[in-house]
C-alpha cells in the first residue's frame, strides 16, 4: 500500500471511530510504528487530524472558536440524549443544583421537570427556558443576570457575583473540549470564570461531555481533570482517551447510545 493510501484509510478509520493509536493502526497496515506516526506528522501537517499522545483524533477549531446553541445542538444528539438521561438519575428531589450552559445540559434540563422540589441555579438560556415551560409549580429556577455569548450563556461579573452567594448540592457542567494536559476547557474566557464560580458554590461536580470533546482545547481551562467527581460521556470514547480519564476523574461513566434514533 502507498503512504497516500494508507493516509487516506487512516483518515477514514478516525471519521468511524472519532481516534485512532498509533499501535492498532500499525498492526493493521503490517508497517512499523515509526510509519505510522510520519504518516500522521504528515496528516497533522496538512491540517486534516491532531495529533494526540498515542495517536491522534479529529482536527478540531481554533481555541476562541465558539458555535453558536443552533449549529451545537443536533450534533452527537443520540449520544447527548444517552448523558442526559443517565445524569438524570443522579437527581435527587428537592436537591439545589447548577446546570451550566450547554446543549447536553440542556437536553438534562428537558428531563428534569417532573422532579419535584428542585432548585436549579444556571447560567443558560434555554436551561432556563425548558424549565420555565414544562416544570412544576414547586420547582424554583435562578437565572444568572450576565452577558450572552454564542451559546446562549450568560457570563462576566454579574453572572459570578450571583453565584458567589450560592451553596448547592451538585453541579452539571457541560464543557467545549476535554485535554489531558488542560483539562476541561471553553473557548470564552468570560464563561471559564462564570464555570469556576459554578464549580466552586457546588458539594460535587458532573462534567456531561460526548466523546467528540476529547482532544478539544478551547483558550481557557476551567478546572482540570481531577476536579470531577464523575464524568458522563458515550462509549465511542478512544481506548487512550479512557485510560487518561479513568486515571484522572472520580468516576468515568460511559454510557451506550441508540444511534438508529438519529
Known sequence: MLARQRQTAILERLRLAGGVRVTELAAEFG??????RRDLDTLHEQGL????HGGATPAGPGSTDEPGFRAKADRQSAEKAAIADHAAGLVRPGAAIALSAGTTTAELARRLVDVPGLTVVTN???VAEALHIGGRPDQTVVL???????SDALVGPLAV?????LHLDVLFLGVHGISERAGF???NLMEADTNRA???AADRLVVLADHTKWGTVGISSIVPLDA???LVTDDRLTPEARRVLDDRVGELVTVPAQRGAQ
Open 49 to 52: 487530524l491532531a495529533k494526540v
Open 228 to 230: 470531577a467527581d464523575v
Open 31 to 36: 508497517v512499523s510504528d515509526m510509519t505510522i
Open 185 to 187: 476547557t471553553t473557548p
Open 124 to 126: 443558560s438560556l434555554p
Open 198 to 200: 459554578l464549580v466552586a
Open 161 to 165: 457575583a450571583a453565584i458567589a452567594a
Open 144 to 150: 444568572t443576570g450576565g452577558v450572552r455569548t454564542p
